[in-house]
């Protein structure tokens, strides 16, 4: 059993308990909290989010995230289990940061 902190940019925060090949998004549904997320196989990147600190690892391959985007520490929180206890930027604004929206 590892702990993850989810933070959002407007400063709430959440701690849950993440069991042993459970992933992020599982163990948040759970817990009744409002994380995005769409096809949970790694593929669309609705789930994205941007690990602070510790260390996690991708079930499936993360198609949603491109190389770069995996080195700036972005995840798929749909197929990501915790292999430690971990703090992870969250919410619908993080995926804004891979995808600009053009009509802004």
Not at 56 to 67: A, D, F, Q, S, Y
Request: glycine share 10%.
């Amino acid at each position: 059993m590892h702990r993850v902190t989810l933070e959002w940019r407007d400063g709430r925060e959440a701690t849950v308990d993440v069991a042993e090949s459970e992933t992020v998004v599982d163990a948040t549904e759970r817990e009744g909290l409002g994380i995005p997320y769409g096809c949970l196989y790694g593929a669309c990147g609705t789930c994205t989010g941007r690990l602070l600190e510790g260390d996690l690892v991708h079930v499936e391959r993360p198609r949603g995230l491109k190389p770069r985007h995996r080195q700036d520490g972005y995840v798929l929180l749909c197929v990501a289990e915790l292999r430690s206890d971990c703090r992870i930027e969250v919410g619908t604004r993080i995926q804004a940061d891979l995808v600009p929206n053009p009509w802004k």
